[in-house]
């Protein structure tokens, strides 16, 4: 705050940043991140130019984060749907938070951005042709869990799919397989920051061994990790 160039080139920044789910479902992550990066950039403004502008600053112009940074991947299609009026709704409620604060605000309509929520298979998916590795900041995520004699014919499917190479992979959980996509997706740009929600079980008995041996084998780092909670929701 205390240097306008730096806060300006962190402004600019935040337009560029690209957020990625690639299990999105009905969007809840993307919806919360977009938010979150708009209330951010409110502060920003206001420590640029002060709350008092109402009015006199076109706040449109300062109004960069849009819908179209965000990208996901679902395999239910109305899901899919959901996740992109979500960040609609979402992008027109900051714009009226934008209002109440500085006077004025970007239109909300026409819709000139659009979130790139793609119907498919995330495992069966190329996330390259959904979002360019080098142009990805964040990949955040809840997958679906799933234990190996839980798994239906498509899912085991899946797992020979994107575990074909590991040998005992059969024993891994369902959602073992977006640690593996994130991996082979990191090794093209090292910089993205991936954060998934996941059961604590890969990381006890006998997955440990297979999983991470194979992801740690990529380079990748592990900045952090939560223990076990009740998720309320």
């Known amino acids: 705050k205390r240097n306008k160039k730096k806060l300006e080139e962190f402004h600019n920044s ?30 920003v403004v206001a420590a640029l130019y002060g709350d008092s502008q109402r009015g006199l600053l076109d706040i449109g112009t300062q109004c960069r984060v849009n819908v179209g940074q965000f990208y996901g991947i679902e395999i239910d299609e109305a899901a899919a749907h959901i996740a992109r009026v979500a ?8 714009n009226q938070i934008t209002a109440d604060r500085f006077g004025t605000t970007r239109p909300t309509v026409p819709l000139i951005s659009t979130p790139h929520i793609f119907h ?18 964040f990949i955040i995520s809840n997958p679906p869990f799933f234990g190996y004699s839980l798994q239906t014919k498509e ?14 992979a059969g024993v891994l959980d369902y959602v073992c397989c977006w640690y593996a996509k994130a991996a082979d997706y ?17 990381t006890q ?18 900045n952090f990790a939560h223990r076990t909670f009740k998720w309320s929701n």
């Open 155 to 168: 899912q085991k499917e899946d797992m020979a799919l994107v575990f074909g190479h590991l040998k005992g």
């Open 87 to 94: 960040l609609w709704i979402t992008d027109h409620q900051m």
């Open 14 to 43: 935040l337009s560029t940043l690209t957020f990625f789910d690639p299990a999105c479902g009905c969007g809840n992550f993307l919806v919360i991140a977009y938010r979150e990066l708009r209330k951010l950039e409110n502060e």
């Open 120 to 137: 498919g298979n995330s495992l069966r998916t190329d996330w390259n042709e959904v979002l360019p590795a080098e142009q990805c900041s």
């Open 205 to 222: 008995g006998e997955q440990p061994a297979l999983l991470w041996t194979d992801l740690l084998s990529h380079g990748i780092t592990i």
């Open 186 to 202: 990191l090794d093209i740009n090292p910089k993205i920051e991936c954060a998934f929600v996941s059961t604590n079980s890969i």
